[in-house]
């Protein structure tokens, strides 16, 4: 079992920045995937960034070369630095773990919430 929970929301105007962090209980060395998500009121869920083991990253079109995914393992952290936020990032941003053989966990999540 791995406990994820994600801090660093919170109010912001277009422009800003923020930076999100995932605290995993376990180490997130074995981690085949860390991943970022988000989901807007009325909205499905919505894959944002992801980093694999090997480092590797894949973003979302709508955030490419605005967000960065890094993870320390030594610390059990995964983190989101968000810059330019629009409007339309807001949401409740999740972070979730793909240990493998369909063991995959949810944080709570945290809000985020672009303002004009």
Request: aromatic share 10%.
């Amino acid at each position: 079992q791995v406990h994820l929970v994600e801090s660093g929301g919170g109010l912001v105007q277009p422009g800003r920045s923020l930076r999100l962090t995932c605290a995993s209980s376990g180490s997130i060395f074995s981690f085949n995937a860390a991943a970022w998500y988000r989901q807007a009121p009325g909205k499905q869920r919505e894959l944002v960034a992801v980093i694999n083991s090997d480092g590797s990253t894949v973003y979302a079109d709508s955030v490419k070369g605005r967000f960065s995914i890094s993870r320390d393992n030594a610390k059990n952290m995964v983190y989101l630095q968000m810059n330019s936020l629009k409007p339309e990032d807001t949401g409740v941003y999740y972070c979730n773990a793909d240990l493998g053989l369909s063991r995959v966990y949810w944080g709570q999540g945290t809000q985020v919430t672009v303002y004009s």
